[in-house]
């Protein structure tokens, strides 16, 4: 059984959560519209797909049967262990039959995405030691709770300042003050969205040897 600290935002018929099992403190909260968890639900821990159970939650030290979006929680799980969870995995719902009923579309919605590849829009800021920005170009990502190692795979377009749309020509580097298309890859499964999905779990950093050289958001998702 683990106790954790964490909050997150709550959409009818799902739920999901943001985890840090390093320090067990609240990350953060989103408020929205609709949307609850409740003793008894069964959730999965993403990415690594765990079935997890509900036992009980609680509201400012007060236990609750049922928490709603944009309240600070502590929840007891069931069917996990502490060292099952990483800094920056996510509980997400279980597929619901009702989402299927409503809209086909929200069935691809009932768990958060989990990937090892994606393509970001990133605003180089300032490299190190004037280096170039180019594909096998490695870095440390930043997103949400999730720090894992990266690579730059692919340019794909770089953006013209001026007019904000692609620029015709073939990338093959950029320098600082640019930005650029990239397709980025990291060694293991992360849960993120795309940023106007949910800019939360979609905007990120890269950084070396401790400094910040750019800033991103996730623009589309490969499985």
């Keep these: 059984m683990l106790v954790f600290i964490a909050s997150y935002f709550f ?67 069931s069917g996990v262990e502490e060292e099952d969870i990483l800094s920056g995995f996510v509980l997400s719902s279980v597929v619901v039959q009702f989402m299927r009923m409503v809209d086909i579309k929200l069935e691809n919605r009932v768990k958060v995405p989990s990937v090892s590849e994606f393509v970001a829009q990133l605003q180089i800021l300032e490299l190190l030691d004037n280096a170039i920005f180019t594909a096998g170009y490695k870095a440390v990502l930043h997103i949400h709770a999730v720090v894992e190692e990266c690579e730059i795979v692919e340019l794909m377009q770089q953006i013209d300042p001026k007019t904000k749309k692609p620029m015709k020509k ?54």
């Design 11 to 77: 959409p009818l018929p799902g739920c999901q959560l943001l985890i840090n099992s390093r320090t067990w403190e609240l990350l953060s909260w989103e408020k929205v519209e609709s949307g609850s968890v409740s003793e008894g639900n069964n959730l999965l821990v993403m990415p690594n797909k765990a079935q997890v159970k509900v036992i009980a939650i609680y509201c400012d030290e007060d236990k609750a049967r049922r928490a709603g979006p944009g309240e600070n929680l502590r929840i007891r799980l």
């Design 170 to 223: 073939k990338v093959l580097f950029v320098k600082n003050g640019a930005v650029v298309v990239c397709r980025v890859q990291v060694n293991n499964l992360i849960c993120i969205e795309k940023f106007s999905d949910f800019p939360q779990l979609g905007r990120f950093t890269l950084r070396t040897e401790g400094k910040t050289v750019a800033v991103g958001k996730v623009t589309d998702l490969s499985s």
